[in-house]
């Protein structure tokens, strides 16, 4: 399972004070110490607040690539920061995200085509996200279709069903397992799937408990990647476990420690 590592995002007020005062420490500290508990791309999203998305994207991804190696998510809807920060990417990054509208998916495939980008394509478009899992599955095909018509093949594309809230979209649920599961008979080769998935668990308690329940079950159901909090051990250790019962890491009696150290 591919993890993105969540934590350079304006949403978390010390990483809005990092960009605010233009301080590398906050943003240098997170990406390492996400490298070190086992993150493979690190999400980098400005966050909501943001007066200059563009310069502030650059900024972020500069500081970042110097603190780490790893590939990274750019997460914005504005597309011009992300155009910015592909240009400064040291390696393929992954574009974080466009929905199912046309405009948007044609700007957006089109600079992935250029820079070589993974993509994460949102199940919603604009009347929103659906509930039902076919209506979901039925935005995943149109992404995959587009896609498509600009070179860009299924597995470049990581398909986000969207997780919400499960105390007040609790329906939601069953309706992304099912998402996930459908998904991966949209073609040949499928689409990847991924998830935010600290955001089923937003404004409740015992999150780190929904968290991890939430992505075994999703893995269970297919899901290849998440955006979540890699430096969230129980989390972490449940994913490795995970992986074992799904045979895709070969058992041993320290399949935790070994999975965390092959992220090191
Ligand atoms: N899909 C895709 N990209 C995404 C999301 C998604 N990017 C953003 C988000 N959702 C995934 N990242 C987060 C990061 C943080 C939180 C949730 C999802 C989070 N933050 C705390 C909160 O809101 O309570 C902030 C707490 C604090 O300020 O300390 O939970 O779905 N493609």
Redesign the pocket.
Known sequence: MIIIG?RI?G???DIARAINDRDPGPVQEWAKKQEYNGAHYL?I?VGPSSTEPVEAMKWLVEVTQEASDLPLAL?STKYDAIEAGLKLCKQPAMI??VPAEMAKMERVFAMAAEYNAEV?G?AMNEEGIPKDADMRVGLAAELVATADAFGIAPDMLYI?P??LPCNVAQDHGPEVLRTLREIKMISDPAPKT???L??IS?GTKNRELINRTFAVMAMANGLDSA?ADACDDELMAAVATARIILDMDIYCDSFVDVFKQRNR
């Open positions: 969540e995002n949403m978390f007020k999400d999203n997460d974080n995200s994460i949102l986000d969207l997780a991924t998830v935010g600290s955001n937003q955006i």
